[in-house]
């Protein structure tokens, strides 16, 4: 059972429901559905990188349409990354005391991202929750590194927590790498700032699953139980149900919504590799049962018909599915924890970390 | 005005208001937009290639959901055509005065097209009108070449007409090339067969617009008033008014869906071209007024965001809108002949038959 207090988190656009996930936003955007569809489906919120949103669409048009809610349509709660965890992403092009300068690589653009830029791009994105400025660096970096991105994370927080935005939350991310010592030091100077929830940030960055969970827990433990505890971009049923059980209760993930696109279909008996010729002749919705709109007007044969024709439906229509599994899913989490568990299991043989690599079912 | 007497086609699967245009459907499904969304958009009938269908998703699957519309979930009208328009896109193997021998490019599959062969195909599919097998010459053949198909098309149009499919109607193709006196022949030809409407084929296929002009009003003149008249592989709006004044009265063509994958939205300005970066901080609709759920959730500038991010909703969005906009226009030219005619203007200087070269609006 989730050790938190915090049951929910209210924003501008509604009171969150914890443990959550949010799905990816690219650019703001959920990647093949409309987002008068996913306001519909009742997803009420999502994260978006704030730094590529600050390029395109670009800070100008996002204050056009008061924010990025006005320009996306998505009627629920952003949370926005400030880009932190890009420098993973082959996007950095320096750090130091100071900020990070990223390139975006699909415009070419360089920007130099400090504490007090971050904030001020989340400010003008109007995003729900801002996530603070972090250093996070690589999994097998020498302990002396993760000693400043302590350091450096505690700085940065600081700065970043003294710009208040009307409206706006902030979370603080606690560092410290695979280091008992300097992830409770960076536990302890980061909840000494007015942060109003915390990400439990380099995590799953390549570490072995038994590493991931006993620096999670000892994390934890020193994150005072009233504040909403986040594990960025962490997000399959399986790892979803067990850091549940370890107290976190905000996940984030391309997961539902790129294994669709890759041509897999979420179930409570694992993810369907819709690729397989077996369904060609299968008749049957993704799900029987599933009461989404794509097992309501799909078999399992037409899909796989659509992603022979390259048809964009087929995104449409499994992204939709896989959302649905998703919002069920931590449904269970929520109020039925045992069902949560027993989905959970079908999915852990086909996980480590974010990846499908042997799905089919 | 429409010349024909007749003002609506009826099929088991509803009466089609005349002139009516038939996006195209691949396989049986329009791309891009689920099929539930048709039927809600008001969308009565499509056309879909029978040769193509009878390889994926296959006559078996056919069968067994007991007929197209059990398979994709398409409450309308399918037209299917014979194939015989496929000689002229390198899916040829050979012809003779048996039939055709196709390839199928996406399976590799060959399979011999007979007239029965097609008969056969296109009952098990169940669609609501089926077009005969022709052969259909390409243009700068010789005079020949045309006469053999015109005799060609009516040995084939009485073997496709002799078998009888319950509830599905046949339509006969008039061949010819450009030559008047064959036209004549072939309309006499193939009306003296019983059939339940004309196609007339062999038109724009690369000759110049008078050439196909004074073709179509030669060969329309000897087609009785009470059948339906059928166009195919037409529908840009240029062309749609103007041979609807010259009596036809169905259309078909990727114009609306394919255009939109490509970027290009249809208004009653002309088409706009969202790749266009002017559109970026634009924040209109695609169209003012259009009550389209495109138009009532999507900017321009948030369209062309997803453009640039090669999100499958931009692809979903404008293909709703495109068929839309078909929607309208066709009512007006079925009602309002005087707007559709100035409407129709805004896309001449854009179209010289199906592809849309400088649009921009």
């Given at each position: 059972m989730n050790k938190g207090l915090t049951r929910e988190l209210r924003t501008n656009h509604g009171s969150l429901e914890l443990p959550i996930f949010l799905p990816v936003a690219t650019r703001g955007f959920v990647k093949a559905v409309p987002m008068y569809k996913i306001n519909q489906m009742g997803i009420v919120a999502l994260i978006?990188?704030?730094?590529?949103?600050?390029?395109?669409?670009?800070?100008?048009?996002?204050?056009?349409?008061?924010?990025?809610?006005?320009?996306?349509?998505?009627?629920?709660s952003?949370?926005?990354?400030?880009?932190?965890?890009?420098?993973?992403?082959?996007?950095?092009?320096?750090?130091?005391?100071?900020?990070?300068?990223?390139?975006?690589?699909?415009?070419?653009?360089?920007?130099?991202?400090?504490?007090?830029?971050?904030?001020?791009?989340?400010?003008?994105?109007?995003s729900d929750i801002a996530m603070m400025l972090d250093d996070c660096p690589p999994y097998g970096a020498p302990t002396e590194r993760y000693r400043l991105s302590v350091e450096r994370t505690f700085e940065w927080g600081k700065m970043f927590a003294e710009t208040k935005t009307p409206g706006q939350k902030k979370f603080g991310i606690?560092?410290?790498?695979?280091?008992?010592?300097?992830?409770?030091?960076?536990?302890?100077?980061?909840t000494s700032i007015e942060f109003d929830g915390f990400a439990i940030g380099g995590l799953k960055i390549g570490e072995p699953r038994e590493v991931t969970n006993s620096v999670l827990e000892k994390t934890v433990n020193f994150i005072p139980p009233e504040y909403p505890k986040y594990l960025m971009g962490v997000g399959d049923p399986a790892s979803i149900y067990d850091y549940s059980e370890k107290g976190i209760d905000i996940f984030d993930s391309t997961y539902p919504t790129r294994n669709a696109r890759h041509g897999y279909a979420l179930t409570i008996n694992g993810p369907l590799n819709l690729k397989n010729s077996r369904y060609s002749d299968d008749f049957g919705p993704i799900e029987a049962g599933c009461e989404c709109e794509t097992c309501q007007n799909y078999s399992r044969s037409a899909l796989k018909e659509l992603l022979r024709n390259e048809d964009p439906t087929f995104q449409y229509l499994v992204t939709i599915h896989n959302l649905s599994f998703m919002m069920k899913f931590m449904d269970h989490v929520r109020n039925a924890r045992e069902r949560a568990r027993e989905i959970s299991k079908n999915f852990s043989k086909f996980n480590n970390g974010e990846k499908i690599t042997h799905a089919d079912g």
């Amino acid at each position: 059972m989730n050790k938190g207090l915090t049951r929910e988190l209210r924003t501008n656009h509604g009171s969150l429901e914890l443990p959550i996930f949010l799905p990816v936003a690219t650019r703001g955007f959920v990647k093949a559905v409309p987002m008068y569809k996913i306001n519909q489906m009742g997803i009420v919120a999502l994260i978006s990188n704030s730094v590529h949103l600050s390029i395109t669409p670009g800070l100008d048009n996002i204050d056009r349409t008061n924010g990025i809610n006005g320009y996306t349509g998505f009627k629920g709660s952003y949370f926005t990354d400030s880009g932190g965890f890009q420098i993973l992403r082959e996007e950095l092009v320096k750090i130091d005391n100071e900020g990070i300068v990223f390139k975006d690589k699909k415009s070419g653009s360089s920007l130099k991202i400090t504490p007090s830029v971050s904030s001020e791009i989340q400010s003008r994105i109007k995003s729900d929750i801002a996530m603070m400025l972090d250093d996070c660096p690589p999994y097998g970096a020498p302990t002396e590194r993760y000693r400043l991105s302590v350091e450096r994370t505690f700085e940065w927080g600081k700065m970043f927590a003294e710009t208040k935005t009307p409206g706006q939350k902030k979370f603080g991310i606690i560092q410290g790498g695979f280091n008992a010592e300097l992830r409770e030091e960076s536990s302890k100077l980061m909840t000494s700032i007015e942060f109003d929830g915390f990400a439990i940030g380099g995590l799953k960055i390549g570490e072995p699953r038994e590493v991931t969970n006993s620096v999670l827990e000892k994390t934890v433990n020193f994150i005072p139980p009233e504040y909403p505890k986040y594990l960025m971009g962490v997000g399959d049923p399986a790892s979803i149900y067990d850091y549940s059980e370890k107290g976190i209760d905000i996940f984030d993930s391309t997961y539902p919504t790129r294994n669709a696109r890759h041509g897999y279909a979420l179930t409570i008996n694992g993810p369907l590799n819709l690729k397989n010729s077996r369904y060609s002749d299968d008749f049957g919705p993704i799900e029987a049962g599933c009461e989404c709109e794509t097992c309501q007007n799909y078999s399992r044969s037409a899909l796989k018909e659509l992603l022979r024709n390259e048809d964009p439906t087929f995104q449409y229509l499994v992204t939709i599915h896989n959302l649905s599994f998703m919002m069920k899913f931590m449904d269970h989490v929520r109020n039925a924890r045992e069902r949560a568990r027993e989905i959970s299991k079908n999915f852990s043989k086909f996980n480590n970390g974010e990846k499908i690599t042997h799905a089919d079912g």
